[in-house]
């Protein structure tokens, strides 16, 4: 546990490869090497992840890449972390206070052990608290237990349920004005900590409020003092993964086999789904490459976050993607020439069940049985369906409009229109004048107007012409902002050289062993 935790703590600095040890030197070579070739890929990797965030990131999910012996000598490199453990001292008097846990500004020291370590899903206790003295609980060592809040529970039924003193009951929920608020909104499947001494006294209550903060409320020691109130934050630390596979059976099979999760597989589908049609065009022999966030917190992994980089192989053509947040704080997926990785539209602006009537210019129409054209395509699918937006634009009209129905039509930059109809209901607030994003829900799928069932009738306007919505050729979005181009071309760089570092590593690996790592 220590030793992993000494791996996860590494700060990886060149200078500290001056101080491996004698006899280790038959190893020297080896670990130099692949040192100084991970060295180079965590440089360009982190490079923009500076600031709050550790530049150590990418090295910690990289072990299983370095052999086992290298991997020894440079933990025998470093000097053993100083032990800086901060502990919440439920016995001792203390005011409400906030304790900032130090990981995100001393990356190479192990992480203080706050809380249990496994505070989100086991009930084990907090060693590091259980070994506090324990003045009310006759001797024996009180440990954290897990309680689970039910339906229609509040803080004192689920107490009350725990054998709990009504004294006891009284004093915890009544610590201060702020945590019984906090305390008062408890929701079936929260979780509350308690540690209860062997004589069936509360000593101590804890709530997670967040991914970040953690309430403890914790009888002080001596019995006049009452219950004291701490909030703990724990600041996030985002680290840098990546993962890579080549597809034989399925995107999906080889993604999960890599690592990744379903989140991050339509994540990383949505990046690439503007290019390729991953139902139908996906072959065997394709791969992926992606970077992405990790967010954890006193070392344990929380989730995982956004892709940073990705490149997509499919039958020989290789696409690439790389992240910018643009000083505007926009943030989307650009070819490494800065081009958008979207187009200006989507394609089809419902999850549809098929398509029940196609762009016609001489169709006759099933109510009205005359001929006439149908000038937008009928996307059948559920009542209550989400519509979205197509592409960003201004709210031209939202209302009732004869046979469409309940209608929106949206004017987008340029020369293009869209139109929805044969809504249910249009979504609260979208009204003319008011601006929308490409796939902000701007409705719901109905049958308004005239309708034999449940659709929507999408029209695609190019100056005011309909034109076939599936068939058209969509214009790419807006590429970056010419004032920010040079800052992502020189981020893109490093990210770029990451995709390059990761994917041949894989294939190199791939040859040797014909498995996929992560
Ligand atoms: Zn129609």
């Known amino acids: ?18 101080q491996r040890p004698a006899r280790l030197q ?24 500076a600031g709050a965030i550790p530049n150590h990131n990418a090295l ?4 299983e890449q370095i052999p086992e012996e290298a991997a020894a000598t440079r933990i025998l490199d470093l000097p053993i972390p100083k032990l800086q453990r901060t502990t919440i001292d439920a016995s001792s008097p203390a005011s409400p206070h906030i304790l900032a846990a130090p990981i995100a500004d001393h990356p190479s020291e192990a992480t203080p052990n706050l809380l249990p370590t496994a505070f989100d899903t086991s009930t084990t206790a907090d060693e590091t608290i259980t070994k506090q003295p324990n003045t009310l609980g006759g001797g024996t060592q009180a440990k954290w237990e897990v309680v689970h809040v039910k339906q229609g529970d509040s803080l004192t039924t689920l107490l009350k349920r725990q054998g709990l003193s009504s004294k006891d009951i009284f004093d915890v929920t009544h610590a201060d004005d702020d945590s019984a ?23 101590a209550l804890r709530r997670r409020l967040d991914e970040t903060k953690t309430l403890t409320i914790a009888r002080g020691s001596s019995a006049d003092i009452g219950f004291q109130t701490t909030l703990t934050e724990h ?58 966030r990790q967010y954890y917190r006193n070392g344990e992994k929380i989730r995982n976050g956004e892709i940073v980089a990705a490149e997509f192989a499919n039958q020989g053509k290789r696409y690439r993607a790389i992240r910018y947040t643009a000083p505007s704080g926009r943030s989307g997926y650009y070819t ?4 958008s990785m ?64 309940n209608a929106v039509i949206l004017q987008h930059a340029h020369r293009y229109s869209t139109l929805y109809g044969h809504m249910q209901r249009i979504r609260k607030g979208i ?21 034999t069932g449940p659709h929507l009738h999408y029209e695609f306007r190019v100056n005011g012409v309909p034109r076939d919505a599936l068939k058209v050729t969509l214009p790419d979005a807006k590429p970056i902002d010419s004032r920010y181009l040079a800052d992502f071309k020189a981020k893109a760089l490093s990210r770029l050289a990451q995709l390059t570092v990761i994917t041949r590593t894989q294939l190199a690996s791939n040859e040797e062993n014909d498995q996929t790592i992560r």
């Open 1 to 18: 546990m220590a030793f992993k935790s000494r791996i996860s703590g590494l700060d990886f600095k060149p200078k500290q490869k001056r």
């Open 26 to 49: 038959r190893w020297h070579w080896i670990a130099l090497g692949i040192s100084s070739f991970t060295a180079l890929a965590l440089l360009l990797a982190t490079k923009d992840e």
């Open 60 to 63: 910690q999910q990289l072990p």
């Open 181 to 203: 608020r906090t305390l008062a909104q408890l929701f079936p499947g929260d979780k509350i900590w308690l540690r209860v001494s062997g004589n069936g006294t509360l000593l």
């Open 235 to 292: 600041q996030l630390e985002r680290r840098i993964a990546h993962a890579t596979a080549v597809i034989h059976d399925s995107l999906y099979q080889a993604a999960v086999k890599a690592g990744l999760d379903d989140k991050l597989i339509m994540k990383l589908t949505g990046i690439f789904g503007w290019d390729i049609d991953f139902a139908h065009d996906v072959r065997s022999g394709d791969s992926f490459t992606l970077v992405y």
């Open 336 to 339: 490494p020439e800065g081009k």
């Open 342 to 405: 979207r187009k200006a539209f989507l394609r089809t602006p419902v999850d549809f069940r098929r398509i029940s009537s196609r762009f016609n210019k001489s169709r006759c129409h099933p109510i009205l049985h005359v001929c006439r054209p149908h000038e937008g395509t009928d996307f059948a699918a559920a009542t209550g369906t989400p519509i979205q937006a197509a592409g960003d634009g201004l709210v031209a009209f939202a209302g009732r409009r004869g046979g469409y129905g």
């Open 431 to 451: 009204r003319a004048g008011v601006q929308v994003t490409q796939g902000q829900i701007i409705g719901y799928v109905g049958q308004s107007g005239l309708a």
